[in-house]
């Protein structure tokens, strides 16, 4: 193919079971490229003031434009924040152009596939069985995980944090006596009800301090835990080392860390047993690849915390497709029943997996009407490709 250009970048925010900004790039070719960004206010500002840096570039240049916007925006914060997730969603878009243009699936770009699926886990929140006094009771969660695994699902996660029960208060970060039994208690009922038939990880949305942590993690080590997640704030390295240091419950932290040198130290320390980056929000397709590859030169595994679209949980099914270390994959709209409708194409999840093919790109097509219905107020809607 002859040399194509970058002509447009534009970037419509929704509000819909979370909050997402797509962005499309346009080129002379006629060609489009469709992507997603993590949520925050002031995203798609961002996305479009990236165009001075993609307009005349040929799309295909995957690494160097990837080089390019990081270092183009390192005045205005490209190390975390908002920039990070902006160029995560032009990057997905990127990926999505490229393919299309070369007659390739995106994971192709990427190093090629590893596997033919990726493996999918069902965040369940707290139980949602029985009036509001019975929905954080051992009882609601068991019944909702038994209803994910009838569902098709083999993996699925939990809030351990849902509620602030026997929490005498709700900011010092500390868990009684009574407060963690409580929290072993969720954890044996689901365990104990879904036995071997799921993977079952718990979230804490980083919550407690050390001690409680320490103390959390110890008193679960006798159920079959996928993983302790999020379990004390995200800035203090040292304090998530001990934790995970301290207890054999499995400790999965890194969604709320930006680009390879924000995990660096989380995996050269080894202060985690699972990383778990939230690839429309840490820097994109090939910036998370880059960081799978650095866990696995520490035997870490990987899974991808996720609360996109179809769209960018298709673009993560890529990513998934295409490391040697892939756990599993958030699905994170259980709930939300327009969640499907965001494309044009059939349900990507099939069986608990999202099925990855030949088609080019991302392999699936965002649907515009529904877009514009759910557009936040005073926004434009994207072009049509």
């Known amino acids: ?34 992507g997603e960004s993590y949520w925050g206010p002031g995203v798609g500002d961002v996305i479009e003031g990236c165009e001075r840096l ?3 570039e040929d799309p295909r240049d ?63 929140h707290a139980g949602d069985q029985g009036e509001y006094d019975d ?22 996660k939990f809030d351990l944090d849902a509620t602030k029960r026997y929490e005498r208060d709700a900011h010092n970060r500390h ?3 009574e407060a963690i039994d409580y929290k072993r208690r969720l954890v044996e009922a689901v365990t104990d009800r879904v036995g071997l038939d799921a993977d079952v990880a718990f ?19 006798a159920y079959d835990v996928w993983w302790l997640e999020d379990v004390v704030p995200p800035e203090n390295l040292q304090v998530q080392r001990e934790v995970t240091r301290s207890t054999s419950t499995t400790i999965c932290a890194g969604e709320n860390r930006y680009r390879t040198h924000g995990i660096r130290d989380l995996i050269e320390q080894q202060a985690i047993d699972v990383i778990q980056p939230d690839m429309p929000k840490f820097g994109g397709m090939r910036e998370t690849v880059r960081a799978a590859h650095l866990a696995d030169d520490y035997y870490i595994p990987m899974s991808l915390h996720n609360v996109s679209s179809p769209l960018g949980t298709m673009a993560g099914a890529h990513v998934a497709a295409s490391i040697p270390n892939f756990l599993a994959l958030e699905w994170h709209a259980r709930d939300d029943p327009h969640w499907d409708d965001f494309i044009v194409e059939d349900p990507i999840i099939v069986d608990g997996e999202i099925p990855l093919g030949d088609a080019p790109g991302l392999g699936v097509t965002l649907d515009l009407d529904v877009v514009d219905t759910f557009k936040a107020p005073g926004e434009t809607l994207i072009d049509p490709e």
């Open 62 to 124: 995957l690494d160097y434009l990837r080089h390019r916007l990081f270092e183009g925006t390192s005045a205005t914060g490209s190390l975390a924040g908002k920039t990070v997730s902006a160029i995560s969603g032009l990057d997905i878009a990127l990926h999505d152009l490229a393919g299309k243009l070369t007659d390739q699936p995106a994971y192709r770009l990427l190093g090629g596939k590893y596997r033919d699926s990726a493996r999918v886990y069902v965040d369940c």
């Open 54 to 56: 993609l307009v005349g």
């Open 203 to 221: 979230d804490c949305h980083w919550n407690y301090s050390g001690d409680s942590a320490r103390r959390l993690a110890t008193a679960i080590e």
């Open 175 to 177: 868990l009684n006596a």
């Open 1 to 34: 193919m002859t040399a194509v250009e970058i002509t447009d970048v534009q970037a419509t925010h929704v509000h819909a079971d979370w909050t997402w900004t797509f962005v499309r790039i346009y080129t002379d070719a006629g060609v489009t490229g469709t």
């Open 135 to 156: 929905v954080y009771s051992p009882e609601a969660y068991a019944d909702t995980a038994e209803a994910v695994v009838e569902a098709g699902f083999d993996a699925l």
